[in-house]
């Protein structure tokens, strides 16, 4: 085995040998038998990221920053981030099976070169072991701390099925076109929602902390896939996905030391997807219908909010439409799209409630290929929310509708909508509406501007990235 | 995207039940045929039913100054609750965007405006607002906001000592202040806060260590953690939209203003001038109701907020402490406004927290309020004849004598009353179902308790038992709900909730808590929920629910109501006193009695307010006139099984009338009718 610690130091010998390799040399004193079955295992260190990192002006002195009405924005202007994947592989010829340890750590947006603190957002997005071809060619199992995703909205950073942010463990079986997994996960986020620790008096002195509340929160998710020829370069993937979530009951110590019970609760969620592709690297069609009830609509990293009396969220619905086309026309252009709508419901009982939208976000990204090497690209977008509920300022139904124009001249590893690594220099032009700018505090300059300029450069890459699957 | 996913997308929104909010800029209702046959029910919107969770920020059920989480869409899922009462007119809480916290209270109460323009987000939203009015309105039933216009939350401190942040001061040893020379030397024990500095007509000044250094800058403060910021809207965040005196200090020490230790006459000038430029208790900052573009703002504001919701009303807080020239420039802008906007009768009344008629009916006159709250009813009748031993009901008579006028005195000491409350309707002010207008005196609203006063039953002897209690509380209720003008009960009465002064009378209506007592079991005080005789068998089995509808008291409230509602007379009837005693110990000890007389029909109401003896109305010989015809079969509407004649002879009859004997127990109360 390599411990931790020793393979950061053989770090750089095996990418400079990013091949197959032999396992290192048996322990002293280990048996012969286990020293055979060493012997014959072959590892493999693999490095991935993802990343992008954004700079540039508002054209008035200022940063620049997003424009969000709606839950998942188009991404044409984002802030930095990245991913770091670092896998180690172990394969046994002899069975076939494989051993896959995979660690993601994540940056978020801060920037010590921008913001001058010496300090970084990190994340551990994977932490997770997995075992593949066990007992059967394509039976795997994994368990740990994962990103268990399936497949985007490029253009919106969307999942609209399957992403879940877990710590559990899971089965796939992939045999011929189909593929089904089954994935079971926990959480328990440390907000008051989940978890609560109270202080108490010590036994003797001082005081000990007690974990009082203790809800963890379960999610199941299945998938089916399957995947079909319609025609000699064209395929057609089918995929059913659904989730059920449960929350377990608590007790809660108000500050008045009263117990508040907090009663279990669930939700659950049917997801579709039709995705044609294969007349091309890069060509696809992707179409989501997702239908949610109850808790599983509300992001498994979030409080849910709008809850009924009983604090729980099993009135709430949602149902969201959404595609993804990437589009390539041989070496010279290509065009993709992305949008999705969705409608929905809080639990609580307000009938005319802010809270309850529905929202459509679309973007056309056109691209113009110069050459391999430089692109021409533009992006026009919209983002639409159309409230149930009044709007406080303006006591009307006010719908925010933001359009947003870009033009984005590309250096880019190749042809293609999801080559990468890319550096764009990005001018987007983005007109709000007066209800959009009324999404901004009343003290918040942006509120004023219904016309926002935007100059900048972005990067943004990925290579063997577990962000989208690729390991 | 092929044409049929495109119409998919359209049609999402459709197939997903998407709604559409109310139009705010649509007509108004018109709800109100008379406001004499409506019965208010003040609710304290934090206290009274919590029905969204998801705005339930900082609550804390166990602290009674803090939010409890109720809600407007609590109140509209207890709309069938009222109905039952039978309650037509819900006053709610001021629904502004407050001020958060203050000195360790929070705004539950609503009072501590911060924006004019938006609503408390504890109670909802616009939409929830809406919703509730609408679905009030859909059973019948009318609702009034509350509404402030006197002062703001605590949103500046006065700099007195100019070092730009706020100060509180103690100083000083607390004693007795000794000439040099003459012992040790003390100094009197001082407390200075820049939040709530004392009155000072020149303003408040500011002081330095080298002296007094002009007046003290009104500083705003910016503290969005609770909601301290510059009050909305313009001008209000201006320091000059404000009086900047100080806090009105006459009630502590009446002797400020020169006034004797029983208190000041209403019109002392000193007093006024506090009363109406000094800032509220608690720091609350004194708009200048006189400066024109202060008016024109909460007009427009106090406007917006009867489109946005279709108000049938208001009630408004801390009348005396505004100047009279304001009302009369501020009422007939919102009766214009309502009647533009298509809703008459739009009825405004406002609290004077004074138990002296002359300074309730001085805003009766002119065209500013259309009725005030009853303040000198209150101390009068429910918190003095009510609670006393039935001696000189004759007061609550001449109470009736101050309102209207009369050419004598009912306690026989020779006074002659002229009529203090304006009996002249306004220009485009409430009328009657005859479309005539209702002047002021017609329309007093009378309570019996209310947000600023404990409750009946926390006023009542510890020695009294809980029947004699629940007796005197519904021989209040009973008076309530037959006398003239508009009756307004005060939430949590139906539940004989008890609490002593704020906060403790705004207690939680949904929670169990609030309906424990201390009872005496194994040598120890343990709380234990109340129970009352539900199923009629002598026992109190029957465990006492939040909301609970069958207790004696919802009962008997319930049955009064339905009464008034069947009886012209008592609604709407002019009050003729019959009966009340300028003494004490005689065989009418504790009597009062009055008619209801309307054209259609009349109705005689008769209390005994003694609390031992039986009473009859007769005295010297002669019984009770009354304008029922002799022969007159008279039926209890409490008590069917009661019935008296009226007799042809024994009093001086009035025309057409007769004369009745009629005997009460202790605490009795009978509300009789023609058969």
């Not at chain 2, 208190?263 to 720091?283: I, N, S």
């Not at chain 2, 009867?306 to 420039?329: M, N, P, S, Y």
């Not at chain 2, 007769?618 to 009226?646: H, I, K």
């Amino acid at each position: 085995m390599v411990s931790g610690r020793a393979w950061l130091c053989l770090l750089p010998l095996i990418l400079a040998a990013p091949g197959p390799a032999r396992a290192e040399e048996p322990a002293a004193g280990a048996a012969d038998g286990e020293a055979g079955l060493l012997a014959e295992i072959l590892e493999a260190f693999q490095f991935g990221s993802y990343g992008r990192v954004p700079f540039g002006s508002d054209l008035d002195g200022g940063t620049g920053r997003p424009v969000k009405v709606i839950a998942h924005p188009p991404r044409l202007l984002e802030t930095p981030y990245a991913e770091v994947d670092l896998g180690y592989r172990h394969t046994v010829p002899s069975t076939g099976t494989s051993f896959l340890t995979q660690v993601t750590v994540a940056l978020g947006e801060r920037l010590f070169h921008f913001n001058g603190d010496f300090a970084a957002d990190i994340a551990i997005r994977n932490l997770y072991l997995e075992v593949r071809d066990l007992l059967v060619p394509g039976l795997s199992l994994w368990a740990g701390s994962r990103m268990y995703r399936g497949d985007d909205i490029y253009l919106l950073d969307f999942w609209p099925l399957d992403e879940q942010n877990t710590v559990g463990g899971g089965l796939a079986y992939a045999f011929g076109e189909t593929r089904l997994g089954l994935h079971f996960g926990v959480n328990r986020l440390s907000d008051s929602y989940q978890t609560q620790t109270v202080l108490v008096p010590g036994q003797e002195t001082g005081t000990r902390e007690v974990l009082f509340m203790d809800r963890q929160r379960s999610v199941v998710s299945l998938r089916g896939e399957h995947h079909f020829d319609l025609a000699e370069s064209l395929r057609l993937k089918a995929v059913l996905y659904g989730e059920v979530h449960t929350l377990a009951a608590g007790t809660y110590l108000t500050a008045d030391q009263r117990e508040e019970r907090l009663p279990s609760d669930h939700g659950w969620l049917l997801g579709a997807e039709l995705s044609l592709y294969g007349d091309g690297p890069s060509n696809h069609a992707n179409l989501y219908l997702r239908y949610g009830q109850g808790l599983a609509i509300y992001d498994e990293l979030g409080v849910p909010y709008g809850l009924d009396r009983e604090k729980k969220a099993s009135g709430a619905r949602e149902v969201m439409l959404g595609a993804a086309v990437n589009r390539e026309f041989g070496d010279t252009a290509g065009v993709m799209f992305g949008g999705y709508a969705r409608y929905f419901v809080d639990a609580d009982p307000n009938v005319y409630d802010r809270d309850d939208a529905w929202e459509l976000g679309l973007a056309l990204r056109p691209a113009w290929y110069i050459t391999r090497h430089v692109h021409l690209d533009g992006e026009l977008n919209l983002q639409y929310l159309r409230p149930n509920g009044l709007s406080p300022g303006a006591d009307s139904l006010e719908a925010p509708l933001v359009v947003q124009l870009g033009l984005m001249p590309t250096v880019s590893l190749g042809r293609g909508g999801y080559a990468r690594p890319q550096l764009r220099l990005i001018y987007a032009v983005s007109l709000l509406t007066d209800a959009a700018l009324h999404t901004y505090a009343a003290e918040d300059p942006l509120r004023g501007r219904g016309v926002q300029h935007y100059l900048g450069v972005s990067v943004e890459w990925w290579f063997h990235s577990s962000r989208y699957g690729e390991r | 995207m092929k044409p049929r996913m495109l119409w998919a997308l359209a049609l999402l929104p459709a197939l997903s039940g998407c709604v559409t909010p109310p139009d705010l800029d649509g007509p108004l209702s018109d709800n109100v045929t008379d406001w004499r046959d409506e019965i208010i029910y003040q609710v304290m919107t934090d206290r009274f039913a919590n029905g969204d969770a998801s705005n339930d920020f900082g609550v804390n059920l166990a602290d009674p100054s803090d939010y409890h989480g109720g809600d407007w869409r609590g109140l509209q899922d207890r709309l069938g609750y009222l109905e039952q009462l039978g309650v037509t007119c819900l006053w709610i809480s001021p629904v502004v965007k407050n001020v958060e916290e203050d000195a360790g209270f929070s705004s539950y109460h609503g009072y501590w405006a911060q924006d004019l323009d938006r609503p408390n987000p504890h109670f909802g939203d616009l939409s929830a607002l809406r919703e509730l009015v609408d679905a009030a309105h859909a059973r019948g039933m009318k609702v009034v906001l509350d509404i402030v216009t006197n002062h703001v939350g605590q949103a500046f401190f006065y700099d007195i000592n100019k070092n730009g942040q706020p100060d509180e001061f103690l100083m000083g040893q607390g004693g007795e202040i000794v000439p040099i020379g003459q012992g040790e030397p003390s100094s009197d024990l001082v407390r200075v806060t820049e939040w709530d500095p004392d009155f000072d007509r020149d303003g408040v000044q500011s002081w330095t260590s080298l002296g007094p250094s002009g007046l003290a800058p009104a500083v705003f403060v910016h503290q969005p953690e609770i909601n301290r910021v510059p009050p909305e809207p313009w001008p209000l965040g201006e320091a000059w939209a404000y009086n900047q005196k100080g806090r009105v200090t006459v009630w502590q020490d009446p002797e400020v203003c020169g006034c004797p230790a029983w208190g000041c006459a209403w019109d002392d000038a000193c007093r006024r001038e506090q009363e109406v430029l000094g800032d509220f208790p608690g720091g609350l900052k004194d708009l200048d109701t006189r400066h024109p573009y202060v008016r024109a703002t909460l007009a427009d504001s106090f406007a917006r907020w009867i489109a946005r919701a279709d108000f049938d009303g208001f009630r408004i807080d801390t009348l005396k402490h505004v100047e009279l020239g304001f009302w009369d420039d501020f009422c007939p802008r919102m009766r214009r406004f309502a009647l533009e906007r298509g809703k008459r009768n739009f009825f405004m009344f406002g609290e004077a927290f004074d138990g002296d008629d002359n300074l309730l009916g001085s805003y009766t006159q002119g065209q500013g309020v259309d009725s005030v709250f009853y303040f000198s009813q209150y101390y009068t009748v429910f918190r003095g004849a009510l609670l006393g031993d039935g001696a000189r009901t004759c007061e609550i008579e001449r109470l009736h004598c101050r309102r209207l006028g009369c050419a004598s005195d009912p306690c026989g000491e020779g006074q002659a009353f002229p009529a203090l409350y304006s009996d002249t309707p306004k220009e485009n002010g409430v009328t009657g179902e005859d479309g005539l207008g209702l002047g002021p005196a017609r329309l007093p609203v009378s309570f019996e308790s209310n947000h600023d006063v404990g409750r009946l039953l926390f006023f009542m002897p510890p020695a009294w038992t809980e029947p004699e209690k629940r007796a005197v509380l519904h021989q209040a209720l009973a008076y309530l709900l037959t006398v003239d003008g508009v009756p307004a009960l005060y939430y949590g009465v139906e539940q004989e909730f008890s609490g002593g002064n704020d906060p403790a009378n705004r207690e939680t209506l949904w929670d169990a808590d609030a309906y424990l007592r201390p009872v005496w079991k194994d040598g120890h005080w343990k709380a234990a929920r109340r129970t009352y005789d539900g199923d009629g068998d002598g026992e109190d089995d029957t465990l006492w629910e939040p909301f609970d509808t069958g207790n004696p008291t919802f009962h008997r409230i319930a049955e009064l109501i339905a009464l008034r509602k069947a009886h012209v007379a008592l609604r709407r009837g002019e009050l003729v006193f019959r009966w009340s005693t300028a003494g004490s110990g005689g065989e009418d000890h504790g009597l009062v009695a009055y008619e209801r007389v309307h054209p259609d029909e009349r109705a005689l109401v008769a209390l005994n307010l003694g609390k031992e003896l039986p009473s009859v109305t007769r005295a010297g010989g002669q019984t009770m006139p009354v304008g029922f015809a002799p022969g007159a079969v008279l039926e209890d509407a409490l008590d069917p099984a009661f019935t008296v004649s009226v007799a042809a002879s024994g009093c001086a009859a009035p025309s057409g009338g007769g004369c009745l004997e009629l005997e009460l127990p202790a605490r009795g109360v009978r509300i009789l009718l023609a058969r």
